[in-house]
């Protein structure tokens, strides 16, 4: 086969890719059976507020357990598929009755209320207190439990893993959960076992103490294993659950609402017609000052969209009305590199080389500018991303996606279209559709 009949053919199926994606993004929108996922903003969702118990933090480390605490819910709802929760802390007045730490967690397109608390209730909270007698009671009760104990000297936000482990021999093994803290929760376990030796140490979760072991020996591996007479079945769940994120302070559910988009339809209804005019008004400007070009440009950013789409399907991207503003804004960068290899071609035709010539040079001396303008792009996609909150994280991943999906469609679909054109520009009629602006060149 001819090298531009290959090029031709290779066109077309790029063309039929491009319209089989556009089919699957819009049957899935249709049918409801994939459809797009939109954030608290947008869709509504369910808000969470949880009363937190500092009462065994010193008041120098509440700030520090609090973001913990923070880190770890927004954790845990990711681990189960919510994306950009808002999860955020605050301290109510003194001058509203009293003054206490809450936080504050919204689930977008969640609107199940006990599905939402479960996500956050299910959380253990793991604590290791030291007994301040000799000797253990029989029993604990819900009343004496914190007077026989010390405050918590370990919490949930030592910890680095959990595993489920046997014990025993082959024929009689006991399940058991390991733990494993972090470098700072080994250091300070090191020294608790060092300087207790002989004392029992009480591991909690949820408030009651599931196992009270003697220290017999130092432990400076940062290594503690809790053996509470569990089933296989509940020490798997148990250390699940501590990998999920234990909390390092306990929480009491105080408030539970379902709300619905502070935006809503309008937005969303708002930010298509932006989309719509903005993609429409690139599109004119291609065609009328590239000409040709531009034609297989706006084909090109067709192809781009759709590719997008279906990105935001499949990841998936949750749309909040800063990702939608971030999807604007890609595409009109995304015609950025068409600009700047069109006029490079341009000045090839003028320099007499042939069409095929011009379109191989232009490409190849436009890279070098589209590659440094796409790098420092993603490097402020990254820094958004890495430093944001939930929604500007939205944003950044947006507009990160945008930046390398416009490369593919402007320097390999573009390219593509315009070898697969097989014209002589340099004469009559189809030098004037190679022209820009009110010239013919």
Excluded at 84 to 97: D, F, I, M, Y
Aim: without cysteine; proline residues 4%; hydrophobic residues 50%.
């Amino acid at each position: 086969m001819p090298a531009m009949a290959q090029k031709r053919v290779f066109a077309i199926i790029v063309l039929l890719i491009g319209a089989a994606i556009g089919y699957f993004v819009y049957h899935s929108e249709v049918t409801a059976s994939w459809p797009f996922k939109l954030g608290l903003d947008l869709s509504g969702g369910t808000q969470l507020v949880y009363r937190a118990d500092l009462n065994a933090i010193q008041s120098s480390d509440v700030a520090e357990s609090m973001s913990a605490l923070r880190d770890t819910i927004e954790r845990r709802v990711n681990m189960f598929g919510v994306s950009e929760p808002l999860v955020q802390t605050e301290q109510t007045s003194a001058l509203s009755g009293t003054s206490e730490q809450r936080l504050i967690v919204e689930l977008p397109g969640v609107t199940d209320t006990q599905k939402a608390i479960a996500l956050i209730g299910e959380t253990p909270v793991l604590e290791f207190r030291l007994l301040k007698s000799a000797n253990p009671p029989a029993a604990f009760s819900t009343t004496t439990v914190n007077q026989d104990f010390e405050p918590a000297a370990i919490t949930g936000k030592d910890l680095a893993s959990s595993e489920l482990q046997f014990q025993g021999s082959v024929a009689i093994s006991e399940p058991v959960v390991v733990l494993h803290f972090t470098s700072q929760g080994a250091k300070i376990f090191a020294d608790l076992t060092k300087n207790n030796v002989g004392r029992y140490f009480g591991i909690f979760l949820d408030g009651q103490p599931i196992s009270i072991p003697v220290i017999r020996e130092s432990i400076p591996d940062g290594t503690a294993v809790i053996s509470g007479g569990f089933t296989a079945t509940g020490a798997k769940e148990l250390a699940r659950n501590l990998n999920y994120g234990a909390l390092p302070v306990p929480i009491e559910l105080i408030s539970t609402q379902t709300v619905s988009g502070t935006l809503g339809d309008k937005a969303v209804r708002d930010g298509i017609m932006a989309g719509l005019w903005g993609i429409g008004a690139v599109a004119l400007f291609m065609l009328l000052w590239y000409r040709l070009p531009g034609l297989l440009a706006t084909i090109a950013l067709t192809l781009y969209i759709v590719v997008m789409l279906a990105l935001f399907k499949f990841i998936p991207v949750t749309l909040t009305a800063a990702g939608i503003a971030a999807f604007i804004l890609s595409v009109g960068m995304a015609v950025d590199a068409n600009v700047l290899i069109f006029e490079r071609i341009k000045e090839e035709l003028r320099g007499g080389k042939s069409t095929a010539e011009s379109i191989s040079d232009g490409f190849a001396r436009a890279w070098p500018s589209i590659r440094d303008s796409n790098i420092s792009s993603m490097i402020t996609a990254v820094i958004l991303f890495w430093l944001g909150t939930s929604l500007i994280k939205g944003f950044a991943l947006v507009f990160g996606l945008g930046v390398l999906v416009s490369m593919l469609t402007a320097i390999t679909v573009s390219r593509t279209f315009l070898f697969a054109l097989g014209v002589d520009a340099k004469y009559g009629f189809t030098r004037l559709l190679f022209g820009s602006g009110i010239s013919r060149t």
